[in-house]
């Protein structure tokens, strides 16, 4: 069976210091990858999408970036971290579309 | 800009009622809608995924349907328990070029009280 590992779950990181969260799938190959933010109050917020290995798209312009450097990891990354990045983040994967997605457990991320 | 309304949201209601939940969407080129819930600081279930060319899925206690024309989806609860209580997200997803992309809406929070 197919699983999705996403982790720290919890996280606080002071501004200016950087990030780096780790998404795996388990069970598939070759699946669709994407990170979402929720941000308090707010909707899920597609950030980064990816359909293979080293191809990543980007949906808004953002101080993250995202790298798939095998076919089921997904890292989600940045340099300094702003107050602005606080938020739930969540990774996905697709693999067929009958099937739908697939989400992580999340990782919330505290920037103080 | 395609954009997913939820409505109420935010429901409370006594155990053992039905309820409808209810999605809408404005661009009627949608490949599949999905369901999910949320627990608090938890990430996404999946409840149930209705492809454009069915009209509604049906899982236990839950039945979704899918009305294209008029841009709608209801996710119906049946016989509703304390354990139903959580916040229920709708997706569209528009298929095609778009890489499996989905559009959230805001969620309906859902308090069921004993």
């Known amino acids: 069976s197919q699983t999705i590992h996403q982790w720290p779950a919890t996280l606080v990181q002071p501004v200016g210091s950087p990030l780096s969260l780790e998404c795996t799938v388990e069970?598939?190959?070759?699946?669709?990858l994407y990170w979402y933010r929720q941000a308090a109050g707010r909707g899920l917020q597609l950030l980064f999408y990816?359909?293979?290995?080293?191809?990543i798209s980007s949906e808004v312009p953002q101080n993250l970036s995202a790298s798939r450097p095998q076919d089921r990891q997904f890292i989600l990354s940045s340099k300094k971290l702003l107050l602005s990045d606080s938020g739930f983040y969540l990774c996905?994967?697709?693999?067929?579309?009958?099937?739908?997605?697939?989400f992580g457990s999340g990782t919330r991320l505290t920037v103080v | 800009k395609q954009e997913v309304t939820q409505i109420p949201a935010a429901l409370s209601v006594p155990e053992g009622e039905n309820l409808v939940l209810n999605c809408s969407f404005t661009?009627?080129?949608?490949?599949?809608l999905q369901w999910f819930r949320q627990d608090p600081g938890k990430g996404l279930t999946s409840l149930l995924l209705?492809?454009?060319?069915?009209r509604e899925q049906t899982s236990g206690r839950l039945n979704a349907s899918l009305d294209k024309s008029s841009g709608r989806s209801t996710l119906y609860i049946a016989a509703s328990q304390p354990g139903d209580s959580a916040t229920y997200l709708c997706?569209?997803?528009?298929?095609?070029?778009?890489?499996?992309?989905?559009?959230f809406g805001q969620g309906t929070i859902l308090t069921v009280h004993p």
């Open positions: 997706a569209r997803w528009a298929g095609g070029t778009s890489y499996g992309k989905l559009t």
């Open positions: 069970g598939t190959s070759n699946p669709n």
């Open positions: 661009d009627s080129a949608i490949y599949n």
């Open positions: 209705i492809q454009s060319s069915q």
């Open positions: 990816s359909v293979g290995i080293g191809q």
């Open positions: 996905a994967w697709m693999r067929q579309v009958v099937y739908g997605y697939t």
